[in-house]
């Protein structure tokens, strides 16, 4: 069966400091690949997807980059924090396979605090 | 782009009433629509979802229905109980394969 990995589970970083959040899938070859941010008592935001290693699509221009370096494995980065890139981060995937592509299935995320 | 409006963002009932949530979406082209639960600190988790071919489906006490001339789409769930408390929401799927979500709906069940 198929799995999905976040870490670190909750991160507590200064302003100005940089960010990477790791998201890896078991259990599923080519995956799409999503990252949500989800704001405090808000609903979730998509931040990018992927449809494959090197393949990126933003869809909020900010100070938040992602890459996929390996087939099941996604990674949110930032140069340097703002408060307001706190939140829950959700990596999710879906099967890139007709009839099964749509299910999103979502990671148990990364609680993202910026002081 | 796509844009999903929920309603309402709380509601409470009773224990053992039925509760019924409304999302509404604006892509004529959508085509898939789940609804996730989320509980306090945790993930989304699917409960239930519906294709543009269906105009209903039902699973136990939770049920999906769908007007796709109307463009709305709706989850009910019977006989609620304490434990369905949760945020529900909505999404709606877009022409590149991505999830829009609605805004959320606080349910709390009144026991």
């Known amino acids: 069966s198929q799995t999905i990995h976040q870490w670190p589970a909750t991160l507590v970083q200064p302003v100005g400091s940089p960010l990477s959040l790791e998201c890896t899938v078991e259990?599923?070859?080519?995956?799409?690949l999503y990252w949500y941010r989800q704001a405090a008592g808000r609903g979730l935001q998509l931040l990018f997807y992927?449809?494959?290693?090197?393949?990126i699509s933003s869809e909020v221009p900010q100070n938040l980059s992602a890459s996929r370096p390996q087939d099941r494995q996604f990674i949110l980065s930032s140069k340097k924090l703002l408060l307001s890139d706190s939140g829950f981060y959700l990596c999710?995937?879906?099967?890139?396979?007709?009839?099964?592509?749509?299910?999103?299935?979502f990671g148990p995320g990364t609680r993202l605090t910026v002081l | 782009g796509e844009n999903v409006e929920q309603h309402p963002s709380t509601l409470s009932v009773q224990e053992g009433d039925s509760a019924v949530i409304k999302c509404t979406y604006s892509?004529?082209?959508?085509?898939?629509f789940p609804w996730y639960k989320q509980e306090l600190g945790k993930r989304p988790q699917l409960i239930i979802d519906?294709?543009?071919?269906?105009g209903e489906k039902k699973d136990q006490r939770i049920a999906v229905t769908l007007n796709k001339t109307a463009k709305h789409f709706s989850l009910h769930i019977t006989e609620t109980q304490p434990e369905d408390s949760a945020v529900y929401f909505c999404?709606?799927?877009?022409?590149?394969?991505?999830?829009?979500f609605g805004s959320g709906t606080r349910l709390q069940v009144q026991p």
């Open positions: 999710a995937w879906s099967s890139i396979y007709r009839g099964q592509g749509d299910t999103q299935y």
């Open positions: 259990g599923t070859s080519n995956p799409n």
């Open positions: 992927s449809v494959g290693i090197g393949q």
């Open positions: 892509d004529s082209a959508s085509n898939y």
């Open positions: 519906i294709r543009s071919n269906v």
């Open positions: 999404a709606a799927i877009t022409g590149r394969r991505a999830l829009t």
